[in-house]
Structures are given as C-alpha cells and as structure tokens.
C-alpha cells in the first residue's frame, strides 16, 4: 500500500511543479508581448519621425537636381 499512495503523492508533485512553472511561462510570455509592443511603437514614432525630417531635405535635393 505504501508504494501506490508514493506514486501518487509524487505524481500530484509533480502535476504541481508543472503548474507552477506554466503560470510563470504565462507571465513572463506576458510582459515580452507588452515589451514587444512598446518596442514596436517606438519604432515605428521613430520611423514617423525620420519620414517627417527627410522631407525638407528631398525636397531641397528634388529642387537641387532640377536646377542642374
């Protein structure tokens, strides 16, 4: 009787640990998402960005060229 109440006591162990370490994959898979999500909103503020300053230089170089 011993060895089946062991193997059960470690089978809910173990069902325990792996509850556990899912709940913090689901955690940390949550704030790399958030992460992720910032990152990509700067980069695309810092794309916005560049765009709006290339332009008065485009157009300078368009005028530039159009001289020659």
Do not use: H, N, Y
């Not at 006591?9 to 370490?21: I, M, S, Y």
């Amino acid at each position: 009787m011993f060895w089946p109440m062991l193997a059960i006591a470690l089978g809910f162990c173990g069902l325990a640990v792996l509850t556990v370490l899912a709940a913090r994959v689901f955690v940390e898979t949550r704030r790399l998402a958030r992460q992720v999500a910032e990152a990509s909103r700067r980069v695309t503020r810092a794309a916005e960005d560049l765009e709006q300053a290339a332009a008065p230089l485009a157009a300078q170089s368009a005028r530039t060229l159009r001289k020659d």
